[in-house]
């Protein structure tokens, strides 16, 4: 698997590999932001599309949606922690709304696949929201509602709308890949076939 290959690349270069970070699961934080978390199959190429909106303060990728305790990235890679990896995305709601966060969800995303995204298959690669709210659990039913009814996708949206739970910072070399590793980042993401799809949805393309 082409992700696997450049994570043993990036981890020939370190020489200790850090433990995840504490569980986190409140949605206020002390500066007045916001939390919102979303599973989009691959975490390192779904912290760049936040990134680059004005109003989000940071975003961290990680473990979120299962019941084993502090997960390494080797057990929610074997897919039996129920955990799907996932980003936490720490925002301004005075800049950004949570309706633009969707938005920028829906276009870097398969909606209709089912078992994994894009190369990577498997139950830790699915989709979801995970709200943190009563209101952005109506805002992410009603936008996933809008785009099955846009008939952009052919197949029905499979994405999960789930309650959020405790999210777990992933390891250090995973914060800010497509920063830290550009050229392995590249070259995954290419393979990936993320931005083959997005372009030939949306017209456009990230990364």
């Not at 070399?173 to 497509?178: A, K, L, P, T, V």
């Amino acid at each position: 698997m082409l992700k696997l290959t450049a994570l043993i690349l990036g981890a020939m270069i370190m020489m200790t590999t850090p433990a995840s970070g504490e569980a986190t699961r409140n949605n206020t934080d002390k500066g007045g932001f916001e939390k919102a978390t979303f599973a989009g199959g691959c975490f390192w190429c779904m912290e760049p599309p936040f990134d680059k909106l004005d109003g989000v303060v940071s975003t961290t990728s990680g473990y979120t949606g299962g019941v084993e305790k502090n997960p390494t990235y080797e057990q929610v890679s074997s897919g039996r922690t129920g955990h799907l990896e996932a980003i936490e995305v720490l925002y301004d709601p005075s800049k950004v709304s949570y309706e633009q966060l969707l938005d920028v969800f829906w276009k870097n995303v398969d909606p209709t696949q089912g078992n994994g995204q894009f190369v990577d298959i498997g139950p830790q690669y699915r989709t979801a929201i995970f709200y943190h709210t009563e209101e952005q659990r109506r805002l992410a039913l009603e936008s996933r509602n809008r785009l099955q009814e846009s008939r952009k996708f052919a197949k029905p949206i499979v994405t999960e709308i789930r309650p959020a739970m405790e999210f777990y910072k992933a390891e250090d070399y995973h914060q800010d890949y497509y920063l830290n590793n550009p050229i392995r980042y590249k070259y995954y993401r290419w393979g990936s076939g993320r931005d083959q799809f997005i372009e030939k949805v949306w017209g456009e393309k990230d990364s």
